[in-house]
């Protein structure tokens, strides 16, 4: 997922995380340059869909404005959902 907005600056990578450490999902969520937050997350289908239903709601002091999905191929090896700088 791409969330672009006002989403950086406001703890919104650090509650994607506990978002997704909640719901047992592996993947990143780091901070692009342009001002969007890049998510990759993935898991049981369910979990991550209330992720992704957790993102367009985010944190109160962040604006989402869009997020862009894209279903990519499962990345092995993940063991957990980190927080990339």
Do not use: K
């Amino acid at each position: 997922m791409i969330v672009r907005g006002l989403v950086q600056g406001v703890g919104f990578r650090y509650y994607t995380h506990r978002q997704a450490a909640a719901e047992s999902v592996t993947g990143f969520v780091r901070n692009c340059s342009d001002g969007s937050v890049e998510i990759e997350a993935q898991g049981n289908e369910d979990a991550v869909n209330r992720l992704i239903e957790w993102v367009h709601r985010g944190v109160p002091r962040a604006m989402i404005e869009n997020v862009q999905q894209q279903v990519i191929p499962t990345v092995a090896g993940e063991e957990e959902f980190d927080i990339l700088l």
